[in-house]
């Protein structure tokens, strides 16, 4: 896992302080703004100035 660089539509994350979420899928980034649609939550839209997301690297998805 990295940490959170430029996120980018279609990158998978997690939010390591809610791991029930699930795994999402960055939908859209505007700034510190963006929307992720998690597995088990459904779509968010995360600050990310105050949530630190973890880019999943695809070699480690489940």
Wanted: no cysteine.
């Amino acid at each position: 896992m990295r940490m959170q660089q430029e996120l980018a539509p279609g990158q998978i994350v997690r939010n390591p302080a809610q791991p029930d979420w699930g795994l999402g899928q960055v939908q859209s980034a505007v700034g510190a703004r963006v929307t992720v649609n998690f597995e088990h939550m459904g779509k968010m839209t995360i600050n990310t100035a105050v949530v630190t997301l973890e880019i999943v690297d695809e070699g480690l998805r489940s």
